[in-house]
């Protein structure tokens, strides 16, 4: 459920490029030469400076390690221009961001599994834990608005009604993934979630006309093959208390939940394209305030006519480790999904969506390795094979679209 807000950003706005060693600056110039990037010329002179003979340059013997060891000093330069560009407040916020980023998400998906793993049973209570705390985002939206000079963007019909679509799709995603985790390990869940990549792209591509390139169709291609490797290996991570039929069901609502991912990250942008026009701090922050106050909504209609607040006392009482583990368990599961928000949108706006993309590729690792540590997942070879490819897939993802940006900006 916490890939929902990371990955719908990342379709709104420009992936920022990577500093290349040739960068083209302002395309062709009006004498028609390709200006390149004094910075990198000068870079490669250095490097490679070697004396002319007659008609024949000689350039001297660098090795691989050279060549490396060059580089590494050139990236350390550029660490420290940057650093020295920003002030210190600016660097403890991102480090700040970054480290709620990465506990927060993944928290959250361990507690879904530790409320099923201790006596929980449905699926329309973690569905409602998940945007429970939206008045969270809410709370910081407010100063956000005070202290940006911003005024609320003007919501007519579309927009509402738009809000209103996204929030009942944010709402069927929720129940799926719960139904994942209440059948599935949360190192397994979080592997298999990973796929919402494939179907962000696809979707992207037919909705909003997204480019896909080699890189993109690679990352496709890879993370498919992580989760057949899953799929292959089902018999090995599967619960005593779970069935057969219930562990391909949670399978399958992994996959479907990740395939409407996939079709509300396209939605999103197409609303930003076709409504919004910009995309800034506070109008990401709108947006998912809205959009999880509908889903908050009609995931509330769902748990009075399944009941299950009435029966949340009785499943307090049988849980393991009390009433107050219970109730625990429920408020920080909310709380951390919604910092794990507010971390994310700080690293895209501090920082950039590159930054973001990595951090999301490190996060998938990063549940599997708490899940076995925390709550003894199994972890077999085929899991740590498919772990791996994942992680492959993501870097291959994060370079198509940085790539891609980088062609359609010039």
């Known amino acids: 459920m916490e890939h929902l807000y990371l990955m719908y950003i990342y379709t709104v706005q420009t992936w920022q490029t990577w500093d290349l060693t040739f960068k083209i600056q302002g395309g062709f110039n009006s004498g028609g030469s390709m200006e390149l990037d004094q910075e990198a010329l000068s870079r490669s002179n250095d490097f490679f400076r070697g004396s002319h003979s007659g008609d024949r340059v000689e350039r001297p013997h660098h090795t691989p390690s050279d060549f490396l060891r060059h580089e590494i000093k050139v990236l350390k330069n550029k660490a420290w221009k ?24 993944p928290a959250s998906s361990l507690l879904s599994r530790i409320y099923y793993a201790n006596g929980g049973k449905s699926k329309w209570i973690i569905s409602w834990v998940a945007v429970a705390g939206w008045p969270l985002t809410a ?10 000079k911003k005024f609320p963007t003007p919501l007519n019909f579309k927009l509402i009604l738009s809000y209103m679509v996204l929030g009942f799709l ?39 006309n997204n480019k896909l390139n080699a890189s993109i169709l690679n990352a496709v291609v890879i993370i498919t093959a992580a989760v057949t490797i899953i799929a292959l290996d089902s018999d090995s991570d599967r619960y005593g208390n779970v069935s057969n039929s219930q562990y391909i069901m949670g399978f399958i609502w992994d996959i479907l939940g990740s395939a409407l991912h996939g079709l509300i990250f396209a939605l999103s942008e197409l609303i930003f394209v076709k409504f919004l026009g ?29 009941k299950s607040f009435q029966r949340m006392p009785s499943e307090a009482r049988s849980f393991k480790g009390g009433e107050s583990s219970y109730n625990m368990v429920l408020i920080w599961g909310a709380i951390t999904f919604q910092l794990g928000v507010l971390g994310g949108t700080a ?6 969506t590159v930054l973001a993309g990595v951090l999301n590729a490190v996060r998938v690792p990063l549940t599997s390795i708490a899940a ?7 972890m077999s070879g085929f899991k740590i094979v498919s772990l791996i490819i994942s992680f492959w897939g993501f870097s291959s993802y994060i370079y198509g679209s940085s790539s891609s940006s980088e062609v359609s900006s010039k």
């Open 139 to 148: 709370l910081v939206l407010l100063p956000a608005y005070f202290f940006c």
């Open 278 to 306: 910009r995309v800034s701090f506070h109008v990401v922050l709108e947006q998912q305030v809205m959009v999880s106050l509908f889903a908050f909504l009609f995931t509330t209609i769902g748990v009075i006519i399944d």
């Open 170 to 208: 944010s709402a069927a995603d929720n129940l799926m993934y719960a139904y994942a985790y209440a059948y599935l390990p949360a190192s397994t869940a979080a592997l298999l979630a990973s796929s919402s990549l494939i179907f962000s792209a696809l979707f992207g591509y037919i909705i909003v």
């Open 347 to 352: 690293v895209l706006f501090l920082a950039s």
């Open 372 to 378: 076995v540590v925390l709550l003894h997942d199994p």
């Open 82 to 105: 940057a650093y020295k560009e920003k002030p210190i407040s600016y660097w403890i916020l991102l480090v700040l961001s970054i480290a709620v980023m990465l506990v927060a998400f």
